[in-house]
C-alpha cells in the first residue's frame, strides 16, 4: 500500500500555508535548514575571525607611522650646529689679489636653556675646511677643482669668539649658543670668473684620527674676480716758452 501524506493547514496573519506531516520529507527539511543554519554560523565566524586579523594590522601600520613622526619631530627638537657668514669677502676683486672669509659656529637649541654655556660643548673634534663653489645654470653650486683656490690656511679649528660679542647675541637670540668662529684669511683664487667660498664644518670620529663626516656648510656671496689692467700714469711734459 502506498505511503500517503497527511497534509494539514496553519493559518497565520499571511494566510493558510501547508504543513506536511510525512516523516520522510521532515526528515530532509529540518536537515537543510540545518545545513543552512550551520551554514550561517560558519560564514559568521569566518567574517569575525577575518575582521579581527585585520584589525590588528591597522592598528600596528598606525602604531608605525605615529611612531615615525614622533621619532622625526624628536629629531628636529635636538640641538644641532648652525654656521653663519660673519665676514663676507668682496663682491668684486682683481686677479691676483687675496681675499678673506670668517664664519660663526653656534649651536641650536630647541629652546632657551640658562645652564647651557659654551665651555660645557666639545668642540675639540670640531674643525671647518673651506672650497670654492660656483653657480651652475640651473641653480645648483658646483664644487671646483682644489687647485683653483689657494691660502695660507684652508683648515681652521674653533677660536673662542669675544665675550661681548656673545652676550650681545646671546640676548638677541636665547636659543643659539655662539661657541666660537673659522678664519680663512689669504685666499687666492687663481682664475677669473664668479665664485663663492664655501665652509663645511667637520667632525672628526672618536675611533680614531683619519675618520671624519660632514656636519653643515654655509656658502658666501658671489665673488666675480676679473683681469684688471693696471693703468700707467702719464709723464708730464714741461712747455717751454
Same mark, same amino acid.
Given at each position: 500500500?502506498? /505511503?500517503?501524506?497527511?497534509?494539514? !493547514?496553519?493559518?497565520?496573519?499571511? &494566510?493558510?500555508?501547508?504543513?506536511?506531516? #510525512?516523516?520522510?520529507?521532515?526528515?530532509?527539511?529540518?536537515?537543510?535548514?540545518?545545513?543552512? =543554519?550551520?551554514?550561517?554560523?560558519?560564514?559568521?565566524?569566518? $567574517?569575525?575571525?577575518?575582521?579581527?586579523?585585520?584589525?590588528?594590522?591597522?592598528?600596528?601600520?598606525?602604531?608605525? =607611522?605615529?611612531?615615525?613622526?614622533?621619532?622625526? /619631530?624628536? $629629531?628636529?627638537?635636538?640641538?644641532?650646529?648652525?654656521?653663519?657668514?660673519?665676514?663676507?669677502?668682496?663682491?668684486?676683486?682683481?686677479?691676483?689679489?687675496?681675499?678673506?672669509? *670668517? +664664519?660663526?659656529?653656534?649651536?641650536?637649541?630647541?629652546?632657551?636653556?640658562? *645652564?647651557?654655556?659654551?665651555? *660645557?660643548?666639545?668642540?675639540?673634534?670640531?674643525?671647518?675646511?673651506?672650497?670654492?663653489?660656483?653657480?651652475?645654470?640651473? #641653480? /645648483?653650486?658646483?664644487?671646483?677643482?682644489? #687647485?683653483?683656490?689657494?691660502?695660507? =690656511?684652508?683648515?681652521?679649528?674653533?677660536?673662542?669668539?669675544?665675550?661681548?660679542?656673545?652676550?650681545?647675541?646671546?640676548?638677541?637670540?636665547?636659543?643659539?649658543?655662539?661657541?666660537?668662529?673659522?678664519?680663512?684669511?689669504?685666499?687666492?683664487?687663481?682664475?677669473?670668473?664668479? !665664485?663663492?667660498?664655501?665652509?663645511?664644518?667637520? =667632525?672628526?670620529?672618536?675611533?680614531?684620527?683619519? &675618520?671624519?663626516?660632514?656636519?653643515?656648510?654655509?656658502?658666501?656671496?658671489?665673488?666675480?674676480? /676679473?683681469?684688471? *689692467?693696471?693703468?700707467?700714469?702719464?709723464?708730464?711734459?714741461? +712747455?717751454?716758452?
Amino acid at each position: 500500500m502506498a /505511503e500517503t501524506s497527511q497534509r494539514s !493547514y496553519l493559518r497565520d496573519s499571511h &494566510g493558510p500555508r501547508a504543513v506536511d506531516g #510525512g516523516s520522510g520529507r521532515s526528515d530532509k527539511g529540518c536537515a537543510s535548514s540545518r545545513r543552512l =543554519k550551520d551554514s550561517d554560523d560558519k560564514n559568521q565566524h569566518r $567574517s569575525k575571525r577575518d575582521s579581527s586579523n585585520r584589525s590588528p594590522k591597522k592598528d600596528s601600520t598606525h602604531r608605525r =607611522k605615529q611612531t615615525s613622526s614622533q621619532s622625526s /619631530e624628536s $629629531s628636529a627638537e635636538r640641538p644641532h650646529f648652525e654656521l653663519d657668514v660673519i665676514g663676507q669677502p668682496p663682491r668684486g676683486v682683481a686677479l691676483g689679489l687675496p681675499v678673506e672669509t *670668517s +664664519v660663526m659656529i653656534s649651536l641650536k637649541l630647541p629652546e632657551p636653556d640658562q *645652564s647651557v654655556d659654551a665651555d *660645557s660643548v666639545d668642540t675639540s673634534r670640531l674643525f671647518a675646511v673651506a672650497s670654492l663653489v660656483a653657480d651652475g645654470r640651473s #641653480g /645648483e653650486r658646483v664644487p671646483l677643482e682644489a #687647485g683653483i683656490m689657494t691660502g695660507q =690656511k684652508m683648515f681652521d679649528s674653533v677660536h673662542a669668539i669675544p665675550d661681548e660679542c656673545a652676550d650681545r647675541l646671546a640676548s638677541n637670540q636665547p636659543s643659539r649658543l655662539v661657541l666660537g668662529y673659522f678664519s680663512f684669511p689669504g685666499l687666492l683664487i687663481r682664475q677669473s670668473g664668479t !665664485y663663492r667660498i664655501r665652509t663645511t664644518l667637520i =667632525k672628526t670620529s672618536s675611533s680614531g684620527p683619519d &675618520g671624519g663626516s660632514s656636519i653643515v656648510a654655509v656658502d658666501s656671496e658671489p665673488i666675480k674676480v /676679473e683681469r684688471r *689692467s693696471i693703468a700707467t700714469p702719464r709723464r708730464h711734459q714741461r +712747455v717751454y716758452s
